[in-house]
Every structure is written in structure tokens, then in C-alpha cells.
């Protein structure tokens, strides 16, 4: 016998972790209808996030949309050891998961928090802030629903009414989804923003245990996933496993095998629900 978890509208009122969730796009143009997209971290192109900083600008890497036009995105930020901004906005709101190193996201005068890999973080539009990084790599994912992404001066903050919302590792709250138990090593989901209707996005975590034989399966127009913790190995890429840092989406119906050796975790964006479903183990 296999399991089963269904992602479903009875767990929604635990995705109010951050304003702002749309509608997703029909269509994004780097995704064709019915096809799978694998782009691992090594074929990622890194570019300046900030061009005006010249070599103190963070790196980044796009996954999908384009962060200087009007759509959807999702890109890879990645910062020196020892970085730190000045205080500045974003013309757009963000949000965040920090894949390596650690990253520090807040108020100029808050007290340091240091986010380790697994933490998820928003930044409301408008808002002062500066954003710090520690560690031989620091690798963070960040998506926007609506661009350009731009960085401005504080002299144009303005409140846009969403709060910042920073979550470490500890404080995230896990459950299996229906068709499994809290009490065997199945797969977990953390609900992290968003609803589960059928036409509204949203994003989550899914944690896949160690020795995970099985599919993901999406009907929705736009399914995407990120690797934070891995890797996981997809049966659509080539070679098979996928690091941290590495994406892989499909648009409409879409079964994705996958498997792992290690505990690994995906941040999941897409439309409505998805399903988990665990093989039979082999006889």
C-alpha cells in the first residue's frame, strides 16, 4: 500500500504568515504547457543584484520571471561573508528563505537575528531596513509577485500596511498531511503563506524524510519548487540529483518522481493543492 497526503483548504488558516498572496499568472513564459523545467544551481547565472554597488553588490540568480519586469519571480541571492547593506527599501514586497550561511533581515535598529538555512523571512514594500550576511556561503531564495524589484533610498519609505514577518527553523511548525500519521516518519508540511483555494497561490515547506521513494503530483497551472535542504533527486534531471539551491516546475497535470538519501526540504509556490505520494516498498 501507498500513502497519500493531499494538501486541503481544512489546514488554510495556518498559511497567515504574510500578506499579499495573488492570484498566480495563467501562463509564465519559461514554462510550456504539460513540460517539465530542472535548472540545477550549477547552470544558475549569477549576475549583480545591485549594480550601482559595483563588487560589494550581492549576486543573483533567476529561477524564473524576471526581477526588472512586471512579473512574477523567483531568483537566488548570494552575499559575501561579512556583507551588510545600508538601510534601504524595496519597491515591491519579497519573500525569503535562507538556503546557506546565515542572514540577518530587519528594522536598522533591531537587534541581530541571525536566520540559519531553513529560515523564512518577508520584507514589506516601503520599508527601512538593512539586510547582513555570515558564513563562507550565504545562499538565500527570493521571490516577488509582482516587479521590477528596485532598491531605493529610506527618504521614499513609505508604510504599505504588511509587516515583517522572520521565522527560524525552531519556530516553524510542521504536520502530516492527510494520509499520514504525526507518528511515523512520513513526510511533513509547514504552511507558510497564502490559501489552498483553487485559484489563489501560496507557499510551504514539504520536508521528505530520509530514504523518501515517491511522487509529488500537481494539477495546478504553475507548480514550482526550490531545494533548500538536499538533495533530492528528480527523475526528470540529468544527472538525477539536485543540491540546494537548484529548481525544478511544471505547468498543469505533472507527476514528479522523486526520492532521497537524506532528510531533505523543498519551498513549494503554486496554485491551490498538491498531493504527496509515498511508494510500496519493494517486496
Excluded at 39 to 51: C, G, H, K, M
Excluded at 90 to 110: E, K, Q, S
Excluded at 174 to 184: I, K, L, N, S, T
Aim: net charge negative; charged share 20%; with cysteine.
Amino acid at each position: 500500500m501507498h500513502k497519500t497526503g493531499i494538501l486541503t483548504w481544512a489546514l488554510a488558516a495556518a498559511l497567515t504568515a504574510c500578506a499579499g498572496a495573488e492570484p498566480e499568472p495563467a501562463a509564465d513564459a519559461e514554462v510550456a504547457p504539460g513540460r517539465l523545467t530542472v535548472l540545477p544551481v550549477s547552470a544558475v547565472d549569477w549576475q549583480a543584484l545591485n549594480p550601482a554597488r559595483g563588487d560589494q553588490s550581492p549576486r543573483a540568480g533567476t529561477l524564473w520571471g524576471d526581477r526588472h519586469g512586471p512579473v512574477p519571480t523567483g531568483f537566488l541571492a548570494k552575499f559575501v561573508d561579512g556583507f551588510s547593506s545600508p538601510p534601504h527599501i524595496h519597491n515591491a514586497t519579497y519573500r525569503a528563505v535562507v538556503i546557506d550561511g546565515l542572514v540577518h533581515n530587519d528594522d536598522p535598529a533591531a537587534e541581530t537575528l541571525w536566520m540559519p538555512a531553513g529560515s523564512f523571512w518577508t520584507q514589506p514594500k516601503g520599508e527601512v531596513h538593512i539586510t547582513s550576511a555570515q558564513g563562507s556561503s550565504n545562499i538565500a531564495l527570493v521571490e516577488i509577485d509582482e516587479g521590477p524589484y528596485l532598491v531605493r533610498p529610506p527618504d521614499q519609505a513609505f508604510d504599505s500596511g504588511e509587516r515583517p514577518v522572520n521565522i527560524v527553523p525552531s519556530n516553524l511548525v510542521w504536520v502530516a498531511p492527510p494520509g499520514f500519521a504525526m507518528d511515523d516518519a512520513g513526510p511533513r508540511v509547514s504552511y507558510l503563506w497564502g490559501r489552498l483555494d483553487a485559484v489563489a497561490s501560496n507557499g510551504t515547506f514539504l520536508k521528505l524524510p530520509a530514504g523518501f521513494r515517491g511522487e509529488i503530483r500537481s494539477d495546478a497551472e504553475i507548480f514550482r519548487a526550490v531545494v533548500i535542504q538536499g538533495p533530492v533527486r528528480h527523475a526528470g534531471a540529468d544527472p538525477g540529483d539536485l543540491p540546494p539551491g537548484s529548481y525544478f516546475s511544471s505547468e498543469g497535470p505533472f507527476t514528479h518522481a522523486v526520492s532521497t538519501e537524506a532528510e531533505a526540504v523543498l519551498y513549494i509556490r503554486t496554485v491551490g493543492q498538491y498531493a504527496v505520494v509515498e511508494s510500496a516498498p519493494p517486496r
